[in-house]
């Protein structure tokens, strides 16, 4: 993932002013404007010039962190649930290196009604359903860092 840096003086979180020319018309910025930058720290340089030569110039540091949304982590993909509708078991998947903690299942009305270690988990995990009620239940299986919620059908 990358970003991209805006035009500081377009957006108006730079401005320059000048006692002699109004306004500044020489503007610049180091990086430019649309560059793509990857995570880590970035000094950025804001120029301004007027019409007679006399420059002014101040920087920043710039960090840029890859921060996931809640739609945009990769435990959401890595985890299936099959079969789904469910009749007496319920096989949990991680298709990943991500390390599992835990699966909870909620009813409907967000009442707890199983917790399911998945630490040491090697690719599957094979769940009993078969004392559950027919109806749709929400489980949320969740790693140190991220948590990802699957709804689940028990026939």
């Known amino acids: ?13 730079a401005t320059a002013t000048d006692n002699c020319t109004d306004p500044v018309t020489i503007t610049t ?13 970035y ?13 002014a110039t101040c920087t920043f540091e710039l960090t840029v962190e ?8 990769s435990l959401d993909n890595a985890i299936v649930m099959y079969p789904n509708p469910a009749r ?10 991500i390390v599992l903690e835990k699966a ?22 094979v769940i009993d359903v078969s004392a559950l009620a027919s109806g749709v239940y929400v489980v ?6 991220a948590s990802v919620v699957k709804r689940l059908i028990k026939e």
Do not use: C, H, W
């Open 1 to 13: 993932m990358f970003y991209t840096v805006p035009d500081y003086f377009a957006t108006g979180e």
């Open 29 to 41: 910025q180091d990086p430019a404007a649309g560059t793509q930058l990857a995570d880590g720290v």
């Open 43 to 55: 000094t950025v340089t804001l120029t301004a010039e007027d019409e007679y030569g006399n420059v």
């Open 66 to 73: 890859t921060v996931l949304g809640v739609n945009d982590t």
């Open 88 to 97: 007496d078991i319920l096989t949990i998947s991680n298709t990943s290196n």
């Open 104 to 125: 909870t299942i909620y009813d409907i009305n967000g009442k707890r009604i199983n917790t399911i270690d998945l630490r040491g988990m090697q690719g599957e995990k």
């Open 140 to 145: 949320e299986i969740a790693s140190e860092q």
